[in-house]
């Protein structure tokens, strides 16, 4: 892990190199949160560390891949030692599989995205929630996607799917206890990953992540 500056309890932001992850890695940083930033990209997460300094905030890089459980492990304990737990997380891993009819769903698509959707996801839960501790301060926050039961989405759809109703479970559970979970929509935007599904799309009318990801921060965290 590469640090900066490390301050306070951090917000671990898992898929921060790149689209909507990268912007909310980008505008906590903005509001004087350590951010914790998360991805398996290390040159992504070193764009977003020199965005993070020119705007005069701090963050840790942890290139890693949220699929490696000892990796996951390792970091949860490393966040503990460090900083004895963590102001919130913000969950935007995904694996996009290609979309196509669910009879030709390519079986290494369908095991990595069962793997980084579904798998990836419930362990995070356990190995965070412990971080986040009780009651209504800290907060996870999960992503739904309302195209996920489209034509052609099966392999993507499904353990999106299947994400949101582990979070759904868990925001049930802890609606007393703590921590805080939280489900937000976002806006249709101009991501990579957008115009893989949509390649012929115009592109004018999306919102823009830095700005999406500057709305659902002052609803999430209005008082940093």
Not at 78 to 98: C, F, K, N, Y
Not at 105 to 110: C, L, N
Request: net charge neutral; glycine share 10%; charged share 20%.
């Amino acid at each position: 892990m590469t640090d900066t500056t490390a301050t306070s309890r951090p917000v671990l932001v898992t898929g921060a190199s790149r689209g909507l992850g990268a912007a909310m890695a980008l505008e906590l940083a903005r509001r004087g949160l350590h951010v914790m930033a998360v991805a398996r990209t290390t040159g992504g997460l070193e764009d977003l560390d020199d965005r993070i300094q020119q705007a005069g905030g701090s963050a840790t890089l942890a290139p890693l891949d949220i699929t490696d459980d000892g990796a996951m492990q390792h970091m949860c304990r490393s966040i503990h030692d460090r900083w004895g737990g963590l102001s919130g997380w913000v969950h935007t891993a995904i694996h996009a599989a290609p979309l196509t009819p669910a009879q030709f769903i390519d079986a290494k698509d369908w095991t990595k995205s069962i793997e980084t959707n579904v798998n990836a996801t419930r362990r995070l839960i356990a190995y965070v929630s412990p971080l986040l501790g009780a009651g209504p301060g800290p907060l996870a926050v999960f992503f739904d996607d309302p195209q996920a039961g489209g034509k052609f989405f099966g392999a993507y759809g499904a353990t999106k799917t299947a994400q949101m109703a582990l979070a759904r479970s868990w925001q049930a559970e802890t609606e007393r206890t703590g921590p805080r979970v939280v489900i937000q929509t976002p806006a249709p935007m101009a991501t990579a990953t957008r115009a893989r599904f949509y390649p012929g799309e115009d592109r004018a009318p999306l919102a823009a992540p830095a700005d999406e990801a500057g709305r659902l921060c002052a609803a999430l965290f209005p008082a940093a």
